[in-house]
């Protein structure tokens, strides 16, 4: 909160992650960042895939980020989807945002309220956003780093669903699609992230990601490209500079085909 009551608070910009429905209690201010609509690739037949670059820019413009701006973001379910925006402007450029800890629950803890007001309508920004090779991985790059397994320097896929969907011993929750994981992932479910409603200690995270992917380059899966960020996020603040994003995610590989998968006993 001392962020919004400081002389930067003109620059800032609050994007609320949560599912975007009338009349549900938000931070004052601010403006939604809807994954399930225009902040997601709506053409590819997959869940959350990143919008093109122009595209992705000009919804930012259209939440009145500037290139200046410090862009917050937050939500209800603390951390299934706030790492998402933070992970798709950083993989366009733009590094100046942040996640709110605790997300809207956080907000109240903090002496703050929410709001059902609808935010006014903002003047458009001017960010001008620039991809970052390797942050966003497609299908056919996971298909060389599995055929690539052996080399010590191969990224890692680590991959944020929970263990039970990981060995395929569940059903997975989009219909149609198969059961398990990909051939040489580890697992590390998105919720060992947080603990208690927030972000656990660096300490921790740095060997979350190390028992998941020991030193090499790792790139994040998950059931759409969501939590998938989580793991990024965790890498990032662990010290990691090499990680991606698989965005097609399990929505993609697992969809019915010769992709392979696998299961656990």
């Known amino acids: 909160m001392e962020l919004l009551e400081s002389s930067d608070a003109a620059r800032i910009v609050i994007v609320d992650v949560s599912p975007c429905r009338p009349g549900v209690p938000h931070v004052p201010g601010a403006l939604p960042f809807d994954l399930d609509g225009p902040m997601s690739d709506q053409s590819t037949g997959l869940p959350h895939t990143m919008p093109s670059v122009p595209q992705f820019q000009a919804r930012l413009r259209e939440l009145g980020v500037n290139n200046d701006s410090h862009v917050i973001v937050t939500e209800d379910d603390f951390l299934f989807a706030s790492a998402r925006p933070w992970w798709m402007m950083h993989a366009c ?46 299908q056919e790059e996971v ?46 479910p998105y919720t060992q ?16 990601v190390n028992d998941a992917a020991g030193d ?13 960020c989580v793991i990024a996020l965790a890498a990032t603040l662990a010290g990691r500079k090499d990680v991606g994003i698989y965005d097609g995610s399990w929505s993609e590989w697992a969809r019915p085909g010769d992709t392979p998968v696998v299961t656990e006993e």
Request: hydrophobic share 40%; proline share 7%; charged share 20%.
């Open 93 to 138: 450029g733009f590094d100046n945002v942040s996640i709110l800890e605790g997300g809207n629950a956080g907000w109240v803890a903090a002496g703050g309220h929410l709001t059902t007001d609808i935010t006014p309508t903002v003047e458009p920004g001017n960010v001008t956003l620039t991809a970052i090779p390797g942050a966003i991985v497609d």
């Open 143 to 188: 298909l060389r780093i599995i055929a690539a397994a052996d080399d010590p320097n191969a990224p890692r896929i680590v991959d944020a669903r929970s263990a039970e969907r990981f060995a395929g011993k569940v059903a997975e929750p989009r219909v149609g699609l198969r059961a398990g994981h990909m051939p040489t992932a580890t697992n590390l």
């Open 193 to 208: 992230v947080i603990d208690d409603g927030r972000v656990r200690p660096v300490e921790e995270l740095q060997q979350l």
């Open 216 to 228: 090499r380059p790792i790139v994040a899966t998950c059931g759409s490209g969501v939590t998938a």
